[in-house]
């Protein structure tokens, strides 16, 4: 059994990036939850002027070393400058995000004067230089890299890009990706079930999910456990897309044929990991596409997916800044079942205790066929490899959900 982070580290590196030839350039409008394909670079300073932080008045600090009252030359609005001249021992009255008057060393917010029966304005004594100034390219500098290739582009990255005056992006194609369920005993969501069958969950799941990843989807639905039904389906699928999913099957059953089709048309790279749920995982290559094979139950289905197909779609895709799930160290409220030997990944419910301390407890029974556990969870426990059962009051390991899987 290979550790789940040698299986990792074997299929990040045998995976290859998008080619950068592919990109297409597409309007900010249309980009959401794509991939940008090259660095992005500021054509501008933001802000593009100094402006005013704060609705006030705008002064020279040599003019209030000769007196604290002055007059008033003339007013800055924000999208209306100031363009009078500004005669010495006066002040420009200045709204926020309005351009500096060439020459002035502060703003003081108008809370903080006094304005006379004269019009005049009476400032205190202690002005610093550069006080309530929005400096040109404080935020952005012109020629920064503000996105790196491989980003996401999202509800904040978009926005930026739109702030420098940028409405196009190139970005990286979507990837396709066949999905598709083994299995005689499945039936579809929506039909009636027969003795002994049960419903297709995984290809469900699996598709949510690839559509919160924002690929292309191609549905080749379910297939008998017939190894020429296999053959024929991993051959047409791989034609079309850039990534096979399949679930069950891949075991060491009379009926499991996914690890000996594709040793047949294509290259398995390995087809068992150490980690529970989901043991049979199998990877590997067919002539056009790249192949993942989910183990059969679902719990064991979408801890896998999450586990090892997600990073392999964000490489396929070319989404380098992806970050694996972060972890954080959590006291166990209640026991846990652990036996040696593989990296567990237990459904758990995380929250904060009254003493601020981050506690977790196991949700349900554990069983890879028990998937209703999922849905009172928010986080998995890790649980080493070599570590035995938990007692209540011990240190674990949890990863709280991304938003695959909430
Ligand atoms: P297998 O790996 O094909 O032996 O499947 C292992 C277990 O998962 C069996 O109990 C199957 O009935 C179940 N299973 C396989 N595929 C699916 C699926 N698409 N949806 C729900 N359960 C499944
Ligand atoms: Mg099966």
Not at 72 to 81: E, L, R, Y
Not at 97 to 114: R, S, T
Not at 192 to 219: S, W
Request: aromatic content about 8%.
């Amino acid at each position: 059994m290979l550790p789940l982070e040698q299986a990792l580290t074997q299929m990040l590196n045998a995976l290859p990036s998008p080619d950068s030839k592919q990109d297409e350039q597409i309007s900010l409008e249309q980009a959401v939850n794509r991939i940008c394909s090259e660095n992005i670079i500021s054509p501008i300073n933001v802000p593009s002027f100094d402006n005013s932080a704060m609705d006030g008045y705008a002064v020279r600090l040599a003019d209030l070393a000769q007196s604290l009252t002055l007059s008033v030359a003339g007013k800055s609005f924000a999208g209306a400058p100031f363009t009078g001249e500004w005669v010495a021992q006066s002040t420009v009255r200045i709204m926020t995000g309005a351009m500096l008057p060439v020459g002035a060393d502060a703003v003081v917010m108008q809370e903080d004067v006094i304005v006379n029966e004269d019009g005049s304005v009476t400032f205190p004594a202690n002005i610093k230089c550069g006080q309530n100034i929005r400096r040109i390219g404080e935020d952005v500098k012109q020629g920064d890299v503000v996105l790196a290739k491989g980003s996401l582009l999202n509800t904040v990255s978009l926005p930026l890009l739109a702030s420098l005056g940028i409405d196009k992006v190139k970005v990286f194609p979507r990837l396709k990706v066949a999905v598709l369920s083994t299995g005689d005993e499945l039936v579809p969501v929506g039909q009636p079930l027969k003795e002994g069958q049960i419903y297709d969950t995984n290809r469900f799941t699996v598709k949510l999910m690839l559509e919160k990843l924002n690929c292309e989807i191609l549905d080749f639905g379910l297939l008998p456990d017939n190894e020429q039904e296999f053959e024929k389906a991993f051959v047409k699928a791989q034609q079309q897309a850039d990534l096979v999913i399949t679930s069950g099957g891949v075991s060491v059953g009379e009926a499991d044929f996914t690890k000996t089709v594709l040793e047949k048309v294509g290259k398995i790279n390995f087809w068992k990991i150490a980690m529970k749920p989901g043991k049979p995982f199998a990877f590997g290559k067919l002539e056009n596409a790249w192949f993942c094979g989910l183990p059969g139950n679902p719990v064991s289905a979408l801890a896998t997916f999450y586990q090892l197909v997600q990073p392999v779609i964000a490489k396929l895709s070319g989404y380098s800044q992806w970050k694996a799930p972060q972890r954080f160290s959590a006291i166990a409220t209640t026991k846990m079942k652990k036996a040696p030997g593989r990296l567990d990944f237990q459904r758990g419910y995380y929250q904060v205790n009254g003493n601020g301390k981050i506690e977790v407890q196991p949700i349900g029974f554990q069983g890879s066929h028990l998937f209703s556990s999922f849905v009172k969870s928010n986080c998995f426990i890790v649980l080493e490899r070599e570590r035995g059962n938990v007692e209540a009051g011990e240190t674990v390991t949890i990863e709280p959900f991304n938003h695959l899987i909430s």
